[in-house]
């Protein structure tokens, strides 16, 4: 398994100082791995703080529950997260995130999808978007939810084909992995997972970071994430 991400400044963040408003967390260890991608809405006076803890808080939770002999229980997660956010003291006049995550044991999986993120997903039979960006949640698909009926997010469990590979484009840059009219997975992801098979982790990463410094960043106003999530 490999994971390897770059997070970059958009055009809006000029100064290139201060806090990415992008998040991204991740856990590996003993043929277990969980990745998590949030971005933050920077309107808010607690956006960037509260998309950290959206990445980091459900990378502990996937370590405590789907990495584990348990379950993973979706009712559990969302009560859990809304409780958590309201102890942190994040609520919709403060804060507006997305969040996406996959999890990994063995060769089964679960993801989750909430906002204007989006996901492709490849394997040797071929790539295709595996979630879409939700943009019904207020500006540009951010949200935060204050209870477990206003969280629309979508969740998903496998089993994982041999070469799989999980793309995550959040924010503004999503709309460049995939054709919006067709549905279908851009060019872009076919060389991403070619180089998430070719190259070690490392170096993954920074490929990811060079593309999104020097071309990606030019093409989105607000700060970004790039992620990779790959199974041989």
């Known amino acids: 398994m490999k994971i390897a991400y770059a997070k970059a400044f958009g055009k809006k963040h000029s100064d290139q100082s201060g806090i990415c408003s992008s998040s991204v967390s991740s856990y590996k260890e003993d043929g277990s791995a969980a990745l998590a991608v949030s971005d933050a809405d920077t309107?808010?006076?607690?956006?960037?703080?509260?998309?950290?803890?959206?990445?980091?808080?459900?990378?502990?939770?996937?370590?405590?529950?789907?990495?584990?002999?348990?379950?993973?229980?979706?009712?559990?997660?969302?009560?859990?997260?809304?409780?958590?956010?309201?102890?942190?003291?994040?609520?919709?006049?403060?804060?507006?995130?997305d969040l996406?995550?996959?999890?990994?044991?063995?060769?089964?999986?679960?993801?989750?999808?909430?906002?204007?993120?989006a996901i492709m997903a490849g394997s040797e039979g071929g790539i295709g978007v595996f979630a879409f960006p939700d943009s019904s949640e207020g500006t540009a698909g951010y949200c935060l939810?204050?209870?477990?009926?206003?969280?629309?997010?979508?969740?998903?469990?496998?089993?994982?084909?041999?070469?799989?590979?999980?793309?995550?484009?959040?924010g503004a840059i999503s709309r460049m992995f995939y054709d919006k009219d067709s549905h279908a997975a851009a060019a872009a992801c076919v060389k991403l997972m070619q180089w998430a098979i070719d190259y070690p982790e490392n170096t993954l990463a920074?490929?990811?970071?060079?593309?999104?410094?020097?071309?990606?960043?030019?093409?989105?106003?607000?700060?970004?994430?790039?992620?990779?999530?790959?199974?041989?």
């Not at 979706?74 to 507006?96: P, W, Y």
């Not at 939810?145 to 959040?170: I, N, Q, W, Y």
């Open 100 to 117: 996406m995550f996959i999890a990994v044991k063995k060769d089964r999986y679960v993801s989750g999808h909430m906002g204007s993120g």
């Open 145 to 170: 939810p204050s209870d477990k009926d206003d969280m629309h997010m979508t969740f998903e469990k496998g089993v994982l084909k041999k070469c799989s590979c999980f793309m995550f484009a959040s």
């Open 43 to 97: 309107a808010y006076e607690k956006g960037a703080e509260c998309a950290a803890f959206l990445s980091q808080w459900s990378v502990s939770y996937l370590r405590e529950s789907a990495l584990k002999d348990q379950d993973f229980d979706e009712e559990d997660f969302k009560d859990r997260l809304i409780m958590a956010l309201n102890e942190n003291g994040f609520t919709k006049s403060n804060s507006a995130a």
């Open 206 to 232: 920074g490929i990811l970071q060079e593309n999104a410094d020097e071309i990606l960043s030019a093409y989105s106003k607000g700060d970004f994430s790039l992620a990779l999530f790959y199974y041989d």
